[in-house]
């Protein structure tokens, strides 16, 4: 574990929903099940590296957001599904450090999948619809 505050983890999750929330294993079987039976709605960058802070006062600094889905800078449907795919399948070989990271919940038919990953630059927010 690098440096996850987990009182920043649960203020941002609390910021969208009081459902309960559980820690995501991520597995290629997993991914291989939510992209059978969802596609991706939008998922969101949030950026937390404004050099106006110190190191650890910029995790507390969101200073811009990118929004991705179908129609949002001409992206199609099957081009937004393959970015989220790729996000996915990188952070499950790549990130040697996934514990406390990954963040799942369900709530008004919508699948809901968070990454935190402020302390190395941006954390996610995925929004999944039945497909």
Not at 22 to 31: G, Q
Request: proline share 0%; with cysteine.
């Amino acid at each position: 574990m690098l440096d996850i505050d987990k009182e920043l983890l649960v203020k941002e999750i609390c910021r969208v929903t009081d459902k309960e929330v559980v820690e995501l294993e991520l597995s290629y079987d997993y991914i291989i099940d939510l992209f059978k039976h969802w596609h991706v709605k939008e998922y969101t960058d949030h950026f937390y590296d404004d050099d106006r802070y110190d190191w650890k006062e910029q995790l507390f600094h969101n200073n811009w957001i990118d929004v991705w889905g179908r129609g949002i800078w001409g992206e199609s449907q099957e081009r937004i599904n393959q970015r989220v795919l790729s996000i996915f399948i990188s952070i499950l070989e790549e990130d040697n450090d996934k514990e406390y990271r990954l963040w799942t919940f369900d709530m008004n038919g919508y699948r809901y999948i968070y990454y935190y990953n402020r302390d190395r630059f941006s954390d996610n927010w995925f929004l999944f619809t039945h497909k």
